[in-house]
C-alpha cells in the first residue's frame, strides 16, 4: 500500500488514498478523548524538519505524532540558509545518524522531498516541496469532503487563484481526479501553467469554475512568492477573482467553501464568505491532524522500516 | 498460494451460542447484584454482535438496558512491528464514560490473552472504571499473558495449530463455533 514514503499523490493508487481517509475517521476520535494517546508509534522518532514558515502544518504533524506516542523534535531553518542541494543532503544525512524513524520536511525547493528519501533510510513524509506537492493537504482535502458529501467521484470541484504557485492545487488535482471528482481551474492567466490541462483539470472561466461547483477550494495568493509583477495588484486579484456571497451564488446551494490557510481575508475571500456557514475551513484544520495520524501509522506503524534500509 | 480450510468440528451451534449468552447474562446480573452502573464493551469486531445480544438478553432479565460501547484496539495490538502490512483502524465509540463503571468487555475468543492486555490498556486510556470484567463466547486456552475471562461461553482445549472460529449472523451469515484444519 503505502510505500517507504510519501512524497505526493501524483502516483498514489485510489485504494492507498482511500485507505489513508478510511484510518483518519478512527483517528479523529482519538483527538476527542481526554487522554489523546494511543501507544501505536510508541518509540518512534519523528523530526519535522522545516525550511519555510509553517505554523499549521508543523503544529498538526507533531500533534499527530504525539498523539500516536512518537517523539517529536522540530528544526527550523531560514530559507536563506539552504538554496542548494548539497547543504539538504549534509543536513539529511547528520539527521540520518541520530536515526529518526520519520522525516517530515517541508523545502522551497521541488522534489526536496524525493531527494531526502534517496538519502536516508529513515520514512520521508512530504510536507510541500517548493510548486510541486502538499500531499497531506490534498488528502485532508479530500477527507473533508467525502465527509461532507459522503463521496468524491462526480463532484465538481472548483480550484481558484494562485495555481502556478500552488503545491496544494497540483496535490489537489491529482487527489480529486484521482477519486473521480471533474477539477475545474480558474485564476489569473499569468498564475496558470502551461500545459496544465494534461493532468485532466478544466482551465475555465472563474464563472464557468464555479458554476454548479459541489467543492470551491480557494488557493491562498502567495504574496511571498509574487516578484515579477505577475499581478497588477492585489485590490486588482480581490476584484477579479475573490470569493464573495455573489460568485458563491453561481456554485450549488449545498457547496463547501475551502481554504488551505493561511488566509489573506479580504483577498481570495471575503471573511462573510470564509466565516459563513458553507466554509468548512475551520474542519479542514481539525482533519488535518486526522489525516496525518493516519499516513504517520500507515507509513510507519509497521515493520518494514528495518528491510527498507540501506 | 491461498491456503484452504476444512471444518474439522463443530463445537457449538446457534442454540448453544444462545444458551451460554442467556447463562452469561445471569452469571453478569448475579455478579454484579443488578445491572447499575455495569456498562459492556464489545471488542470489534465479533465482541461487538455478542455485546449486542448480551445486553438484550440482560434487558429481558432485568426490565432495564445496559449501555453497549464499540472498542478498537488495533492501536493498542503489540504486534503492529511485526506484521507487513497493518490492519485497518476502525472506529473506537464508546457513548458514555467508563469512570466509575463495571466495565464488562466482550470478546469472541480468549487465546493468548494479548488482545485483552491491548483492550485493558484502550480501555484504561479511556477514564478509571470501578472494574473491568471479561466475557467470551469460547476460552481456547494457550494464555501467554496472566489474564482470565469473569464468563465463558464453552472452555475447549484446543492444539494451537489449529483455527477456532466463532461465527455471528451479523458477521458471518450463521452461528456457530468451529475448528478449522488446513486441507
Known amino acids: 500500500m503505502l510505500g517507504k514514503d510519501l512524497l505526493g499523490l501524483e502516483y498514489m ?11 483518519a475517521g478512527p483517528m479523529r476520535e482519538i483527538m476527542h478523548r481526554s487522554i489523546k494517546k494511543v501507544p501505536a508509534l510508541r ?28 517523539d517529536t523534535i522540530g528544526i527550523a531553518s531560514a530559507a536563506s ?18 536515526q ?41 482535502d479530500l477527507f473533508t469532503v467525502r465527509e461532507k458529501k459522503g463521496r468524491i467521484e462526480g463532484l465538481k470541484v472548483a480550484i481558484v487563484g494562485d495555481i502556478a504557485h500552488s503545491r496544494v492545487a497540483r496535490s489537489g488535482i491529482w487527489g480529486f481526479s484521482r477519486l473521480g471528482a471533474r477539477v475545474f481551474l480558474a485564476g489569473p492567466a499569468t498564475l496558470m501553467p502551461e500545459a496544465v490541462e494534461k493532468t485532466g483539470a478544466v482551465v475555465a472561466s472563474l464563472e464557468e469554475a464555479l458554476q454548479d461547483a459541489d467543492v470551491v477550494m480557494m488557493l491562498r495568493l502567495q504574496t511571498e512568492r509574487q516578484k515579477s509583477g505577475l499581478l497588477p495588484s492585489l485590490n486588482e486579484y480581490a ?20 481554504h488551505p490557510g493561511p488566509m489573506n481575508r479580504g483577498v481570495e475571500i471575503t471573511p462573510e464568505v470564509a466565516d459563513g456557514p458553507r466554509s468548512v475551513i475551520v474542519e479542514q484544520v481539525e482533519n488535518g491532524v486526522a489525516v496525518r495520524m493516519a499516513v504517520l501509522y500507515l507509513i510507519a506503524g509497521g515493520g518494514s522500516r528495518h528491510e527498507t534500509l540501506d | 498460494m491461498e491456503t484452504k480450510w476444512r471444518e474439522k468440528a463443530r463445537l457449538m451451534d446457534g442454540e448453544a451460542i444462545r444458551r451460554a449468552l442467556e447463562r452469561i447474562a445471569h452469571e453478569v446480573v448475579e455478579r454484579n447484584a443488578g445491572v447499575e452502573d455495569v456498562v459492556l464493551v464489545g471488542v470489534r469486531r465479533r465482541g461487538v454482535p455478542l455485546a ?21 484496539i488495533t492501536l493498542y495490538r503489540d504486534d503492529l512491528t511485526m ?47 470501578a472494574s473491568v470484567q471479561l466475557a467470551v463466547m469460547l476460552d481456547r486456552g494457550h494464555r501467554e499473558l496472566p489474564v482470565r475471562p469473569d464468563y465463558v461461553g464453552k472452555s475447549v482445549p484446543t492444539s494451537r495449530r489449529e483455527v477456532v472460529e466463532v461465527r455471528l449472523t451479523e458477521t458471518d451469515g450463521e452461528d456457530g463455533v468451529v475448528i478449522l484444519e488446513k486441507i
Do not use: W
Not at chain 1, 13 to 23: A, G, P, V
Not at chain 1, 82 to 95: H, I, M, N, P, Q
Open chain 1, 81 to 98: 540558509s539552504v538554496a542548494k542541494g548539497e547543504s539538504l543532503k549534509d543536513t539529511a544525512r547528520t539527521l540520518a545518524a541520530m
Open chain 1, 43 to 70: 518509540g518512534r522518532t519523528v523530526v519535522t524538519l522545516f525550511y519555510e514558515a509553517s505554523t499549521r502544518t508543523r503544529v498538526s504533524f507533531e500533534l499527530a505524532a504525539k498523539y500516536l506516542s512518537c
Open chain 1, 100 to 140: 529518526p524513524d520519520i522525516i517530515v520536511l517541508r523545502h522551497p525547493l521541488a522534489g526536496a522531498a524525493a531527494l531526502l528519501a534517496r538519502e536516508v533510510g529513515a520514512h520521508v513524509v512530504n510536507a510541500g516541496d517548493g510548486a510541486h506537492e502538499h500531499p497531506t493537504q490534498a488528502l485532508l
Open chain 1, 13 to 23: 493508487s485510489r485504494e492507498t488514498i482511500e485507505k489513508i481517509l478510511d484510518t
Open chain 2, 52 to 72: 449486542e445480544r448480551l445486553a438484550g438478553r440482560i434487558r429481558a432479565i432485568e426490565g432495564r438496558g445496559v449501555p453497549v460501547g464499540v472498542l478498537d
Open chain 1, 239 to 258: 476584484v477579479l477573482f475573490g470569493l464573495n456571497r455573489d460568485r458563491l451564488g453561481l456554485a450549488r446551494p449545498d457547496a463547501l467553501v475551502m
Open chain 2, 83 to 129: 506484521l507487513d502490512h497493518q490492519p485497518q483502524v476502525h472506529q473506537t465509540d464508546i457513548p458514555f464514560l467508563v469512570t466509575g463503571k463495571k466495565v464488562v468487555l466482550v470478546d469472541d475468543v480468549i487465546f493468548t490473552g494479548r488482545t485483552v492486555r491491548a483492550a485493558l490498556d484502550a480501555v484504561m486510556d479511556l477514564g478509571r472504571p
